[in-house]
């Protein structure tokens, strides 16, 4: 390369380099603006879902029923069950009641080898809750069947309370160890819209 | 005299025979019934005197008695008026004046009305035997109660109460109750192919009879007037009988199963090679006859204390109907059965579970009942319901294995096995036996008060799962539902629910015993 040509080089180095820092100088976002999510979340529309099967209070309060609704899809069982129980906790659709007390938060939720999800709830699960062994049963079923009905990874769940194992919700129903599926509270209902 | 004058003068003598006897009728006045009217059986008086019998005649179907009875009978004075046409009863310086062909009488300045006139025949008087209570009864010092129905006149404050009998399934067992209304202590005792129910009254008003049904062949009063004899027929076991007393009325429950018939041994066609071998049945010592089915009853008041359960619109909490309905069946078991009872609470305090089951456990009871009253999130669920204990996969496997024991050394040397019965799992070896008792709870209280959709539920329950007895829970009623807060403030309800589960307890001994014989 002759010295005349690596002149002309440097200049046309020197000139893109200047024009890049004059486009970096007018696209570039104002002193003290907050840093960009790392995570942007598609829009609700797009979100993938499955269609789970939730247990809320039959509207005359006697029976759980189970009604199909649309939960975020998780990429781990793990966070599925936290999705699920995160929408069961929510209201319950028309006409069916909210068997779980209101106010009632998922604390934690995680799997053992053998199939025993541990469901960690606040405590307003307890002091919220009505009392009356059959409603106690719902709660307690409806949290259970749930899990089970969706995950099919899981084969019982056990309840704790604040972090720790507790002897019941109300009173009546044993918690002490983790619970089956039952099927005989649960009566026939029918599909909900998406949540 | 000739053969015709001495038949002239027979019949002479005769007419005029018949003729003083017709006179004599007329004139002490003959009873007015008409002929085609049967004779009453008659009323039987009673009083602290005791027992007379009252005759009386009926008159266009109307019942009369005679006044000269009643003047004899009560001691009052009676006086004939004869231009008026009546007559004039003096009691204690009170009067009762009437005539004849009249519906009424003045009984000390007021006029009482009768259902039919009084009539004279002769010289006779007959009033209405309404006349008694109605006329009678406010001068007299003493009650006077008319029961014509059976055909009783009660003088002064008699406990003659009201005794029915009812065959409630003819079995074998055959359930028969006899009720006696108001509540009257009573003595049953067992004889041979009959029981005879001794009544503590005067007297019984009977509602019988009972029709042969089953094992019992029916129900009469027996030769003394407050006694009533429930006979057996042949085949008639051993009479298993019970005493509650609720709702102001006392119920003797009889259970009468069939005789166990024996089979006669085969004949053994090998003959003896020798001298009988020494029976291992001992001859029973005193005090070491075996263990009666029932001896301890646990009954579990839910809740206590902070902890109220579910509380009703109106006020009415768990815990205090539970506790009330629990001291109420309390009282019916040891006055019916003799049994012990332990109560788990018997005041206002939080109790554990754990501690609960331990009263029950450690008491050695033979049957828990755990008392509470439900909730819902709606108001419509009503009824009672009954629980019993699932297993899980824990239970269900120590319900299959065998009993673990092991020797523990006693004093004095030697060992004594014992049961090891995981606390938890209790249950596990009863479930079968509290389904059963389930099944008797829920058919005794369907009789009294509403049940639930599902009467019957199967659950991991608390309390339940660390009995070591045939346990279940009760909830006797959905204290969210209005109508059913109400009532079950009431005492009909808590009464009723008590007697249900008397009744039940009743029932199941009989299974017990059942069960547990060799």
């Not at chain 2, 002064?156 to 406990?159: K, L, T």
């Not at chain 2, 065959?167 to 074998?172: C, K, L, Q, V």
């Given at each position: 390369m002759s010295g005349r040509a690596k002149i002309y080089l440097i200049a046309i180095v020197v000139a893109a380099a200047g024009v890049t820092w004059s486009l970096m100088r007018v696209f570039s976002p104002a002193p003290g603006a907050a840093p960009a999510p790392t995570v942007t979340a598609p829009p609700p529309s797009e979100t993938a879902h499955i269609t789970a099967t939730l247990y809320y209070g039959s509207s005359d309060g006697r029976a759980l029923v189970a009604v199909r609704r649309d939960v975020p899809a998780a990429t781990s069982v793990v966070d599925q069950g936290r999705q699920i129980l995160t929408v069961l906790f929510q209201d319950a659709p028309q006409p069916y009641v909210q068997v779980v007390p209101k106010g009632t938060k998922l604390r934690a939720f995680y799997l053992t080898d053998r199939g025993d999800a541990f469901v960690d709830l606040s405590g307003d699960v307890v002091s919220a809750h009505p009392g009356g062994s059959l409603t106690e049963l719902l709660t307690v079923y409806a949290i259970v069947n749930a899990v089970t009905a969706n995950l099919p990874a899981v084969q019982r769940v056990q309840l704790l309370v604040e972090g720790k194992e507790v002897d019941t919700i109300a009173g009546h129903v044993d918690v002490r160890r983790p619970l089956e599926k039952d099927a005989t509270l649960v009566r026939e209902g029918r599909a909900s819209g998406t949540k | 005299m000739t053969a015709d004058h001495q038949v002239m003068s027979r019949w002479r003598v005769t007419r005029t025979r018949g003729t003083l006897v017709a006179l004599l009728c007329l004139f002490l006045g003959a009873?007015?019934?008409?002929?085609?009217t049967p004779a009453p059986a008659p009323l039987t008086l009673v009083s602290k005197d005791g027992r007379r019998t009252i005759p009386t005649v009926t008159s266009n179907g109307r019942e009369l008695i005679a006044l000269d009875d009643i003047a004899s009978l009560f001691q009052v004075s009676v006086r004939e008026d004869s231009l008026a046409g009546g007559f004039t009863i003096t009691y204690r310086g009170k009067t009762i004046v009437a005539s004849v062909d009249q519906s009424m009488a003045s009984v000390d300045g007021r006029i009482v009305t009768l259902p039919s006139p009084i009539t004279r025949n002769g010289r006779r008087w007959f009033v209405p035997v309404e006349f008694l209570p109605r006329a009678l009864g406010p001068i007299y010092d003493q009650r006077i109660d008319l029961r014509r129905g059976v055909r009783l006149l009660l003088v002064?404050?008699?406990?003659v109460p009201r005794v029915s009998a009812r065959?409630?399934?003819?079995?074998?067992p055959t359930r028969a109750a006899i009720v006696i209304s108001p509540a009257t202590p009573v003595a049953v005792v067992t004889e041979a192919n009959r029981l005879v129910l001794r009544v503590e009254a005067d007297a019984i008003e009977p509602v019988f009879p009972v029709s042969a049904s089953g094992m019992i062949d029916g129900v009469r009063v027996g030769d003394q007037p407050n006694v009533v004899l429930v006979a057996l027929n042949r085949q008639a076991g051993p009479a298993k009988t019970g005493i509650a007393t609720a709702d102001n009325a006392t119920r003797v429950l009889i259970e009468v199963p069939m005789a166990e018939v024996r089979p006669a041994a085969p004949e053994s066609k090998i003959p003896p090679t020798g001298p009988p071998l020494p029976t291992t049945e001992s001859p029973r010592l005193p005090g070491l006859e075996p263990r009666q089915a029932l001896q301890t009853l646990a009954i579990d008041p839910g809740h206590g204390g902070d902890e109220v359960g579910v509380r009703g619109a109106g006020g009415l909490e768990e815990k205090q109907l539970t506790l009330d309905v629990a001291r109420r069946l309390r009282g019916l078991v040891e006055r019916g059965l003799g049994v012990r009872v332990i109560l788990t609470r018997d005041d206002d305090r939080m109790v554990g579970i754990d501690e609960r089951a331990a009263a029950a456990n450690n008491g050695k009871a033979d049957l828990l009942l755990s008392l509470h009253a439900n909730g819902a999130l709606s108001g419509s669920p009503s009824g009672a319901e009954v629980f019993y204990d699932r297993l899980d996969r824990e239970g269900e496997a120590v319900r299959s294995a065998p009993v673990a024991a092991v020797a523990l050394p006693v004093i004095g040397g030697g060992t004594r096995n014992i049961d090891i019965v995981p606390w938890e799992l209790a249950q596990a070896r009863h479930v079968e036996a509290s389904a059963m008792l389930a099944s008797v709870l829920e058919q005794e209280l369907r009789q009294r008060v509403p049940m639930g959709q599902r009467p019957i539920q199967q659950g991991p329950m608390r309390l339940l799962s660390a009995a070591n007895m045939p346990a279940v829970l009760v909830e006797m009623a959905y204290l969210t539902n209005a109508a059913q807060e109400k009532a079950a403030g009431g005492e009909q309800f808590k009464n009723a629910v008590a007697q249900s589960l008397y009744n039940a307890i009743v029932r199941f001994r009989g299974y017990l015993e059942e069960t547990s014989s060799p």
């Open positions: - | 009873p007015p019934q008409a002929q085609d002064g404050d008699m406990r065959i409630e399934s003819a079995g074998p």
